[in-house]
């Protein structure tokens, strides 16, 4: 019977696969050096953010927010409740733009709780708001019944004021209302990982800029406050910053500023596709060339993490691809996977430990539609990344056009390895053969044994997009449009099962994982 479901599954691919015979065939050498890993990620490198943003959030003629703000999502959804779920861990950043004008009614240190509204001398366009203990024990509801590791932004303007000097804050961060909040949680019983201070603050900021000495002395102040109210060293949640972008002279002089063990994750932000409105925008996504420009920041940030604050690990703290929400026609579509999968590869290929993707819900860039709640393609990419790339990142490289990209991983929770390939192409198709670069022994050994992938089952998933559109929102895995249950169920992702005789075909416009169990690598064992 096992033999007769190989050779179903098998024929099934073949069948799958052959509708793109017509299409340029290129011969690939894939090389995976086992021996050693390049870098490490955390085990929820997949995050997801909310966001504060009303229904009344607004761009270029667009409101694509509705209600799936922190303060209006309806958080019993029961599709929202299994995309959570699915993950059994996932990480969820709390925050955004309009964080750091959200007070806390909890405790004497504020007296009034105003609402978000529109408002022209409001950072953003909008006025203060305020989230309420009620709603703050609903979202934690959620959180604690769907497995969710949290990551919490602070307001960290209470008490501050603006200068004159354009958009620069001054004074010392007040944590009186802060402390309430912690205060109030740990009284619950709810689980923080990490707390962060500000959004977007850093260099020349935003719509509101520190200078990097008064925020360093600010979050030595979080972290003494989480030290007292969190004694158990176990339990203490973490400390992260500036969540702002990266300049390199700013983030050097606040490592110097803060000091060690203080911050845990050096928390950055990434809008590399320009704004939402580009029409150029489903070009950019699909073009390596454009998508490496970024490489030198994870590059930069990693090393200066390295030299002045080796106790922290980066973090992309939200990156949503194309800014002011997202593209209308391009970041909830298939396309937009090309520039996701590609990121989450090559931030975890410089050591980055966390990658937060804006948005769970929400804007245009949301994994989940944000009215129907159904999910995005990018949303079951980032799922088969959290359910099969392991913590240990492997060297790949390859021999032919970068429009092929290859990631390689400790396999999660299996043994043998994990790819991500990513095939930019819409012209050509790859036939990928896979080497052991590290292995001790003779190159006919090597090539024998893992020219192909040994000689156990190889287990793969093709992603496509419904109808070769790659604008469109409904992905293919295998051939099989993913769709919820009946029940309203994340469905069942199944692989596969390839004769490891055979070379891996990513087609053209598909994205490709991969796993294979005997592969020898050393750094897996």
Not at 360 to 389: C, E, K, Q, V
Request: contains cysteine; hydrophobic residues 35%.
């Amino acid at each position: 019977m096992a033999e007769f479901k190989l050779l179903l599954l098998s024929s099934l691919l073949i069948f799958f696969l052959s509708r793109f015979n017509s299409v340029a065939a290129e011969d690939v050498q894939l090389t995976v050096k086992g021996l050693t890993s390049i870098a490490k990620t955390e085990d929820t490198f997949i995050c997801a953010t909310l966001d504060w943003w009303p229904s009344s959030k607004c761009d270029y003629g667009q409101c694509p927010w509705g209600r799936a703000g922190i303060l209006n999502l309806n958080l019993k959804n029961k599709i929202l409740v299994n995309a959570i779920k699915a993950f059994g861990n996932l990480r969820i950043r709390v925050g955004g733009s309009l964080e750091d004008q959200v007070v806390y009614k909890v405790g004497n240190a504020i007296k009034k709780f105003p609402h978000f509204k529109k408002s022209d001398k409001g950072m953003f366009g909008f006025s203060k708001g305020t989230l309420t203990m009620k709603r703050w024990d609903e979202l934690n509801q959620l959180f604690n019944q769907t497995g969710v590791k949290l990551t919490f932004g602070l307001n960290a303007l209470i008490g501050k004021l603006k200068s004159n000097d354009s958009n620069l804050w001054l004074r010392d961060w007040n944590p009186r209302n802060a402390h309430d909040l912690m205060k109030y949680t740990i009284s619950k019983g709810y689980k923080i990982d990490s707390y962060e201070l500000g959004n977007e603050l850093s260099a020349s900021g935003v719509s509101a800029r520190l200078d990097p000495n008064q925020y360093a002395k600010d979050i030595i102040v979080l972290k003494k406050l989480i030290d007292k109210l969190y004694p158990d060293p176990e339990t203490r949640p973490g400390v992260l910053g500036p969540a702002g972008f990266y300049e390199e002279k700013w983030f050097n002089k606040f490592f110097q500023a803060t000091g060690p063990n203080i911050v845990e994750g050096v928390t950055h932000h990434i809008y590399n596709l320009g704004p939402g409105v580009d029409s150029t925008l489903i070009y950019k996504v699909q073009d390596p060339y454009y998508l490496d420009q970024i490489a030198e920041t994870y590059k930069d940030l990693s090393s200066n993490i390295k030299e002045f604050a080796p106790w922290a690990g980066a973090w992309v703290g939200e990156a949503g691809g194309a800014y002011n929400s997202g593209g209308k026609d391009v970041s909830h579509t298939f396309a937009n996977g090309f520039w996701y999968l590609d990121q989450l590869g090559m931030t975890s290929s410089f050591n980055h430990k966390v990658f937060c993707r804006q948005a769970l819900i929400g804007g245009n860039y949301g994994l989940l539609n944000t009215t129907s709640f159904i999910p995005n393609p990018d949303y079951y990419g980032a799922l088969l990344w959290h359910r099969l790339m392991g913590k240990e990142v492997l060297g790949a490289s390859h021999n032919t056009t970068p429009y092929l990209r290859a990631y390689s991983h400790c396999s999660k929770n299996k043994p043998g390895i994990a790819l991500l390939l990513i095939n930019m192409s819409n012209q050509t198709s790859f036939s990928v053969s896979v080497l052991n670069d590290d292995s001790p022994y003779s190159d006919n050994y090597k090539l024998m044994n893992y020219k192909y992938g040994g000689i156990d089952k190889r287990e793969e998933y093709h992603l496509t997009p419904k109808d070769g559109n790659i604008q469109s929102d409904v992905v293919l895995l295998n051939g099989t449009p993913l769709k919820l249950t009946t029940s309203l169920e994340i469905p069942e992702m199944k692989p596969v099962i390839v004769d490891p005789s055979s070379p891996i075909t990513v087609v053209p416009d598909s994205i490709v994982y991969v796993t294979i169990k005997d592969f020898k690598a050393p750094a897996c064992a």
